[in-house]
């Protein structure tokens, strides 16, 4: 086959793949989730049931697929938030901020939508790493602040951020629950420091 031709296919193929996970992502949105099924996708992104699975095995695997998109997306807005900062302290508070207004603006809705949706075991571990890696970028900057168990204060962390969400999402002010979220966990960290 000439490459042109394959190259021409490849960027179909791509297309389609993507026109699928849309489809996906707006009748999730549309419907909080309740009504992501194969044949919903299909017939949104104007393709035939049997032509979904050319390009996803179920329904399992494109709702893995945008879960896993959305929280490397996230991951990545963290990890350029808390470079070029002057302190553990700063990329600390930034990620903390960043987490939050992230919530606070409604960008990770998606995900949120998604995650009553039963995943496969191997994707549910893909999503596991993608999650972790929202949290990677305090690591450096706990061990220089001298924290003696990181996996511990990653814990308490991500458990603040998110009673901070649910209460963002249950109409509390963003503005407050992240300077008072921040205060909170900065104040925390110090009790973890090695004397």
Same mark, same amino acid.
């Given at each position: 086959?000439?490459? @042109? ?12 793949? *993507? ?12 419907? &909080? =989730? =309740? !009504? ?6 299909? *017939?949104?992104?104007? @393709? ?12 399992? +695997?494109? %709702? ?32 903390? +901020?960043?987490? @939050?207004?992230? %919530?606070?603006? =409604? ?5 949120? #939508? @998604?995650?009553?949706? +039963? ?8 999503? $596991? *790493?993608?999650? /972790? ?13 001298? %924290?003696?168990? %990181? ?9 603040? #951020?998110?009673?901070?969400? /649910?209460?963002?999402?249950? $109409? &509390?002010? $963003?503005? /407050?629950?992240?300077? #008072? *979220?921040?205060?909170?966990?900065? !104040? =925390?960290?110090?009790?973890?420091? /090695?004397?």
């Amino acid at each position: 086959m000439p490459r @042109l031709q394959t190259e021409s296919l490849a960027a179909q193929r791509a297309w389609r793949r *993507t026109q699928l996970l849309e489809s996906a992502a707006a009748i999730a949105l549309e419907s &909080q =989730g =309740g !009504a992501v099924s194969v044949s919903a996708i299909a *017939t949104r992104a104007g @393709l035939s049931r049997t032509s979904f699975y050319e390009y996803f095995e179920s329904t399992s +695997e494109i %709702v893995a697929e945008l879960i896993t998109q959305e929280l490397n997306a996230f991951s990545s807005h963290l990890e350029a938030a808390t470079q070029e900062v002057h302190s553990p302290e700063d990329a600390i508070s930034r990620w903390i +901020e960043s987490s @939050l207004v992230y %919530v606070a603006d =409604g960008r990770h809705l998606l995900a949120k #939508t @998604l995650s009553s949706i +039963e995943i496969s075991r191997d994707r549910s571990a893909a999503i $596991g *790493t993608a999650h /972790r890696r929202m949290l990677s970028c305090l690591i450096a900057p706990l061990q220089q602040l001298g %924290v003696a168990d %990181v996996h511990h204060a990653l814990a308490l962390i991500q458990s603040a #951020t998110d009673a901070a969400t /649910r209460r963002i999402e249950s $109409g &509390q002010s $963003g503005d /407050r629950e992240i300077s #008072t *979220t921040s205060a909170f966990i900065m !104040a =925390g960290l110090k009790s973890l420091v /090695r004397p």
